[in-house]
Structures are given as C-alpha cells and as structure tokens.
C-alpha cells in the first residue's frame, strides 16, 4: 500500500513572543523580550504549509497550545480569578510568568516521535509525546500535546498512542528534533535513527559543559522499545558535545535527512565514520548517501546562525528531493554560496527553495522545528482526523480565522493583560471547531 511523509506543522499561537527561555538556543537568547508579532508569525507558518503542500506532498497541522498557562500557574500555588493570577503571577514571579506564557508549542519537531506502522512490530504507528523535561517552559506541554495527537490519531486499530517518560534529567526527551528515518520507499520498513546528547546513566562518558544535553540514551532506548522498533534497523549516535556548546542544543539544528540522504555537517556526531558504517548496514544497501558539509566551507556558527540544517528535506517526487531552507540561508554569504554548489554535486539533493519564517527563527525555531513528520499509508490517512489536512478551503479559512482573533504586535507586558487571555481562548476554542479536535485544552476540559 502506498505511503506518505505528512508533515504536521504548528500553527503560530495568538500570543507568541520573544522570551529568551531556550538556554543553549542563540537565537531565542538573542531576541528576548522583542517585540513579537503574532499575526505575521501565523500567516509565515500557513502560507509554508500551503506552499508545501502546492508541491504536491502531504501537509497537516497541529493547533498552539493555551497560553498563558493558567492551569500551571495555579499549580504553582496562584489562586483566585484568572485575572488576579496573571496580575500576581507577573508582579511575583515574572520569570515564571514569562515561561508559563512560552511560545515554544509551535515547534512540533518536539511535540513527539513517531514510528510508522512499517516499522513496528504491531503494524501500528506508534506516538510518544515528548516530555522536554530539560527546560520547564516546554516540560508544561506534554499533557495537552498527547491529547491533541489522540484527538487527531484516534482509531485504536491504526494508532497507538504512549505516555511521555518520567519527568527528570535521565529521560530527557526532545522527541523528532532528535529522531529521523531512512527507506527507500515511505510504505517500506526503515531505519530508525536516534541521536543523543549524553549517556544520562554513565558519567564516564563525554558529555558538553557550556550547554545541556536535552536528549539522552536512556530516552530514545526507552522510545525504541515502546514503539516496538526492530534493533537490526535502529541505529543510535552521539552528537558531538562540542557542537553541542557551539549552541546546536538539537540534532536538526547540524543534520537532517529523509529517505536515502543524511545531509549532515562535518561535526555533527561523534565517531562519524562509525555511524555512517552503521546506518549503511542497518538501510542494507549502496543507495544509502552521506551529504557532509566541510567546516571548511560553512563552519558550526554559520549552520547555528542560517539555520541551513534545519531546513526539511523533502522528495517531490522518487528522482528529486528539496531542502526547504529558511531565509536566513540567503543572508549568510557562505551558506549561500554552498546551497548553490550542492545542487551541482553528485548527491540526491537537486534543489533549494527558501522561505521566509523569521518569526520562528528570531525565537529560535526553522522551517524543520515547525513540523513533525509523520509517515502514513492510504488507510491510516483516511482513519485520521480530516479536518487538520491542509488545502485551499482550510487556508483561507485559517486566514481569516487568525484576521480575526490575532494580534499585529505583542510585547512581554502584554501577556498580563486579561483580555488577551480572552481572545486566546476564543481563538483556541473556535479552532477546536474548525477542526473539529473536541476539548483538548484546559480551559475547555474545566468547563466541560
């Protein structure tokens, strides 16, 4: 039976801002407390989503989560109306306010890591949302985010859906942004291969100092074992803790691949000829490309800087794969000047498109932290919720849908006022409409 990768984007919240939570990520650091724009931010996020799917590939969404996070704040010991605490929240506690307000729900590369069906040894896909315990702004996600995926993979017979692991540094969990799979065909059984920062478990091991590993060993053993991965077709790596200190605080922020092709840089991992020698083994073929890019030509900074690794790399069709690159890639001269030599090298990849999304990149996220991939065939596509598949009625619907309740410009003082908790709600409330996902958020399950 035929498959598809469908990429799931995150559609851009009513109020997404610049908080500079993210430690370890230069460009969340580095625009803390801008001026944001939600409306522009969402409109970037939907015309990529539309873009994409014009080419011809499979495009879907996942809807924000509820932010500010008046649920959380409560747990923290903030009490009364919701009015008295974000008023007391931000006079208090402002950090936490801040990270109760996080934006960060739009990079679905974290939201969970999914494992088709032909992978499994089920026949089921198999989700495990992400507990992103190392930072507390996106350790809050997990509870919404798992109802979301439930809500829109809802047929037990096809989906099965897990819990994060344990909270705590030893499963640390980043989910996709960590995770990426190689086949030949999208219906045909692949390598899953998982990169990790650190052995949480072995101290012995090399480790980053400046930075935290988010990812660990014992995690994506744990993520292998749930979905019910085959070992001869798992591969695990190290990421180079070096890097890791250079601000590449993910593995799709030095290396990205799909299907056949590895599109990597020069330091992404440790031991790299070993993990080459591995995934060559586990895909079982010569067809199998590594694509490194020299420190020589784009150094660790230029990647962290352009993004170029986390762009998405896409098949149009079985002879022609894109990057999909952010607008940054452009800017950077040398960056540039490599994306034009590698479509005349002999590699899979054969073309370059760029877009611009500079309200995810100024917060830290590219066009592949803004979608998870999740391959499925033409049953468990139509067993899926519908309403979330992107085509012409539901962009403009979305559209007018973010005309309506968005915000031009958004600033941290902002996030206090009750009224924009207000227009968030209604706007979350009427999205679960449009997409007919049920109560998935707080707010909806206290009223229900």
């Excluded at 009513?14 to 944001?36: D, E, I, K, M, R």
């Excluded at 923290?76 to 936490?96: C, M």
């Excluded at 079982?284 to 352009?306: L, N, Q």
């Excluded at 598949?389 to 206090?416: G, I, P, Q």
Aim: glycine share 6%; with cysteine; charged share 20%.
């Amino acid at each position: 039976m035929k498959a598809f990768e469908v990429n799931f984007d995150g559609l851009v919240g009513p109020t997404h801002n610049y908080a500079g939570l993210s430690v370890g990520n230069v460009a969340s650091l580095s625009s803390a407390s801008q001026v944001s724009s939600p409306k522009e931010g969402a409109k970037q996020g939907l015309q990529k989503m539309k873009a994409l799917h014009d080419m011809g590939l499979k495009q879907a969404l996942l809807p924000p989560l509820e932010r500010p996070d008046v649920h959380t704040l409560r747990k923290l010991g903030f009490s009364g109306s919701d009015e008295n605490i974000l008023t007391k929240a931000y006079r208090d506690a402002p950090q936490v306010f801040v990270a109760a307000c996080s934006a960060s729900s739009m990079w679905t590369a974290n939201a969970c890591t999914v494992s088709p069906s032909a992978d499994t040894a089920d026949g089921k896909v198999h989700f495990t949302a992400a507990n992103l315990s190392n930072k507390f702004h996106r350790s809050i996600e997990s509870p919404t985010t798992a109802r979301v995926l439930e809500a829109i993979f809802n047929n037990p017979n096809h989906f099965a859906h897990h819990t994060p692991l344990p909270l705590g540094d030893h499963f640390g969990d980043e989910g996709a942004a960590n995770h990426t799979r190689f086949c030949t065909q999208y219906g045909a059984k692949g390598v899953e291969f998982f990169v990790f920062g650190k052995y949480a478990f072995d101290n012995s091991k090399v480790a980053p100092r400046k930075f935290p590993a988010r990812q660990t060993f014992e995690a994506s053993q744990a993520i292998a074992r749930l979905h019910q991965l085959s070992d001869d077709k798992t591969v695990y790596a190290q990421q180079n803790p070096d890097v890791i200190d250079q601000g590449v605080f993910h593995n799709d922020v030095i290396s990205v691949g799909n299907r056949n092709t590895l599109f990597y840089h020069e330091q992404a991992f440790l031991n790299t000829d070993e993990v080459l020698r591995q995934l060559q083994t586990a895909y079982g073929d010569d067809t199998f490309h590594g694509v490194m890019v020299p420190e020589a030509k784009v150094s660790v900074d230029d990647a962290v800087r352009s993004y170029l690794f986390n762009s998405q790399l896409v098949s149009l069709d079985d002879n022609n794969m894109a990057l999909i690159a952010p607008g940054e890639c452009q800017e950077n001269p040398n960056v540039d000047a490599y994306l034009k030599e590698l479509v005349t090298l002999d590699n899979p990849i054969n073309e370059v498109k760029i877009y611009d999304v500079k309200q995810s990149m100024r917060n830290g996220g590219g066009p592949a932290c803004l979608r998870q991939r999740v391959v499925l065939n033409e049953t468990e596509i139509a067993a899926a919720n519908q309403n979330v598949f992107m085509n012409d009625e539901l962009f403009k619907t979305l559209n007018s849908w973010v005309d309506k309740f968005y915000r031009d410009e958004l600033s941290e003082k902002d996030l206090a006022d009750p009224q924009l908790l207000i227009e968030s709600r209604s706007a979350l409330d009427e999205l679960t409409q449009i997409l007919n996902l049920g109560s998935v958020y707080p707010f909806q399950l206290a009223g229900a």
